[in-house]
């Protein structure tokens, strides 16, 4: 979130342009505002992250600081991940049908949990549950865990957003990435008891399947 508002948006968006780095006179002539102002906003970008400085270089005859964008600064401006996922998943659909695609999602999702085992290796089921939780918060989700009905049972897991609401309106089969992630770091089947698409519910809620 840029604290300065859209002339931030437009300082960081002169940095993009100029991928070598501008100056403070250069950014101040572009955006039509003065030096100190320009000063003002890129101290206040910088310590957020979004520019750094670069390597001075001669402007007007003697060494000026030029400012670049970083990784973060380009993280602002909007990417088409949504529209790319979509085109992939038609096109999977299309080739191996519905059901295998929602296999194949299911076990990209178990690969995936591969990453994340160190994190719940030596924990208790329970323990296990509530670092599941924590990993999908800070993938985007708002997860939370929920009692079981049933005395003695293990705590669910209850959403109350889907981080891939307009792809999975058309392609249910995305679901079972997160089954085949949660089923791999758990080491036990898993059961979608309910999903805010298909029951048209407020939540997608998940239950471990006791294990034998």
């Known amino acids: ?22 100056s403070v006179d ?3 002539g572009r955006l039509d505002i003065s030096r100190s102002a320009v000063k003002q906003h890129l101290s206040g970008l910088e310590r957020d992250g979004y520019v750094a400085r670069g390597s001075a270089r001669k402007t007007g005859g003697r060494p000026g600081q030029i400012y670049v964008l970083t990784e973060s600064g380009i993280g602002i401006f909007p990417k088409q991940y949504s529209w790319f996922s979509r085109i992939l998943l038609q096109t999977l659909r299309g080739r191996i049908g519905e059901a295998d695609l929602g296999e194949f999602m299911f076990n990209l999702g178990v690969d995936m949990s591969a990453m994340a ?5 030596g924990k208790t089921r329970i323990e296990r549950i509530a670092e599941i939780v924590r990993i999908m918060n800070e ?6 865990t929920v009692p079981d009905e049933e005395p003695g049972k293990l705590p669910r897991i209850e959403c109350r957003n889907c981080v891939y609401h307009d792809l999975s309106k058309d392609y249910p089969e995305v679901c079972q990435f997160d089954i085949g992630f949660i089923s791999g770091l758990m080491g036990a089947g898993v059961d979608q ?20």
């Not at 979130?1 to 501008?22: H, I, N, P």
């Not at 085992?117 to 290796?121: F, M, N, Q």
């Not at 805010?196 to 399947?209: A, L, Y």
Request: hydrophobic content about 40%; aromatic content about 6%.
């Open 1 to 22: 979130m840029l604290s300065g508002g859209e002339t931030q948006r437009r300082l960081l968006a002169q940095l993009l342009e100029v991928k070598s780095g501008l």
């Open 26 to 28: 250069e950014l101040a």
């Open 117 to 121: 085992l160190p994190r719940i290796t």
């Open 139 to 144: 993938t985007g989700f708002v997860a939370q």
């Open 193 to 212: 008891e309910e999903c805010m698409q298909r029951d048209d519910g407020q939540v997608c809620r998940f239950r471990f399947v006791p294990l034998a």
